[in-house]
């Protein structure tokens, strides 16, 4: 089956090109390859005390993406093109790895809507808007409601991106960005790692009126495995996710879901889970529940392919 998996911080964790394929972290290449044919997602994540610091970060987490394809093309392709992408399911037995290239905050264009420009061009397809902090763009759902949803810059911003064909992430993004987005954007967006808010009591999960919002415009909602997100006991396993899944399918159907694992961005695992190698039996579950294997396969991968491709 084809994998898809829209969420993982390994470039925050690791520094060489080789590291990428093998490490003793959650995500490496070679496992997330034991499980099929596979896009991963990889985020430009980083903590810091200023935009300029995370800004700093972020781009050097996206020169180890681009070194990792340069040194290694056989092994690893950024996807930018549309027919990249379409062609990559029948890729079988090829042990290459897609990567589509995301920002987990706006803090990585530095104030500049021309820096945008220059991002896409390096390879960047999704903007995270914001992640615990507000920044220049908008306010997270962490923050302290600095623009009360999103900036002037920020709607410059959404814009921009929707030109270009960057798809926007609502994930950590304050309910009030969560709103104006959903009011000025005519593209499809996705939450790419959070759960709902019904099923888990915590804000950074999403309100059923935000899943039926996401999944309307044809966008996707990657289900994130944190057991904090999953569970408010904390204690999570496989049942937790395929409950997330159940209530969001319930709600609005299944070609809205798909995963956004949140591999080594997370510091522990549900039970059952100890890394990417384990996403088939996620799927082996849902299918032992009767799920009808075309839906699977959408949440296993087709359906962030299909908004991929649209967006
Ligand atoms: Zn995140």
């Known amino acids: 089956m084809f994998f898809f998996d829209a969420h993982c911080d390994i470039l925050s964790a690791i520094s060489e090109p080789e590291e990428f394929f093998t ?138 991106a929707e030109t270009l064909g960057v798809v926007i992430d609502l994930s950590h993004a304050s309910d009030k960005t969560f709103s104006d987005v959903e009011e000025i954007s005519t593209k499809p967006f996705i939450a790419s790692h959070s759960n709902s808010r019904s099923v888990c009591k915590y804000r950074r999960n999403l309100t059923d009126k935000q899943i039926n919002s996401i999944a309307k415009r044809g966008g996707v909602i990657g289900i994130n495995l944190c057991p904090d997100f999953l569970n408010n006991s904390g204690n999570a396993d496989i049942m937790d996710i395929i409950r997330h899944i159940e209530y969001i399918s319930a709600l609005v159907g299944t070609s809205c879901l798909g995963f956004g694992c949140d591999f080594d961005g997370i510091d522990s695992l549900p039970a059952g889970i100890s890394g990417v190698q384990d996403m088939s039996r996620i799927v082996e579950t849902l299918l032992r529940f009767n799920y009808k294997e075309e839906d699977v396969k959408g949440i296993a991968g087709l359906n962030f392919k299909r908004l991929f491709n649209t967006v």
């Open 23 to 160: 490490n003793k972290h959650h995500w490496d290449a070679e496992r997330a390859l034991s499980n099929g044919p596979f896009i991963q997602v990889l985020s430009l994540f980083a903590e810091g005390k200023s935009e300029d610091e995370i800004k700093k970060k972020m781009d050097a987490q996206l020169a180890t993406a681009l070194l990792t394809e340069e040194k290694y093309p056989e092994r690893m392709k950024i996807i930018r093109k549309n027919e990249e992408l379409s062609n990559w399911e029948g890729s079988v037995k090829s042990p290459k790895i897609g990567c589509i290239i995301e920002a987990e905050g706006a803090e990585v264009l530095g104030g500049s809507l021309s820096e945008l420009d220059r991002l896409y061009e390096a390879g960047l397809r999704i903007l995270t808007l914001s992640w615990n902090y507000d920044n220049a763009v908008c306010d997270s759902i962490a923050g302290n409601n600095r623009h009360n949803g999103l900036s002037a810059f920020g709607r410059q911003v959404i814009n921009r």
